[in-house]
């Protein structure tokens, strides 16, 4: 799905969101409407502390609710 559904539902269900792309570990990624932005629970692979999503981030289509 779209980023922008899949954040609405992950914050109406207190959840997170991923990529399939990620798969089988994906990092998981926690909207907040807070200073925080999104929190981001990184998997085996990689270790950041600010997401800053690029273009394909925002225009991808694999994105889905976990949690």
């Keep these: 799905m779209k980023l922008e559904k ?3 539902i992950a914050q109406k269900n ?3 969101i991923a990529r ?3 798969d089988p570990r994906p990092c998981i990624y926690i909207p907040t409407n ?3 932005g999104i929190i981001v629970l990184p ?6 502390v600010r ?9 991808a289509k694999d994105w ?3 949690g």
């Design 14 to 16: 207190g959840q997170g």
């Design 51 to 59: 997401w800053e999503p690029n273009l394909d981030d925002l225009t």
């Design 34 to 36: 807070t200073s925080a």
């Design 43 to 48: 998997n085996h692979r990689q270790a950041f």
């Design 20 to 22: 399939h792309k990620d």
């Design 6 to 8: 899949a954040v609405w």
């Design 64 to 66: 889905f609710v976990i």
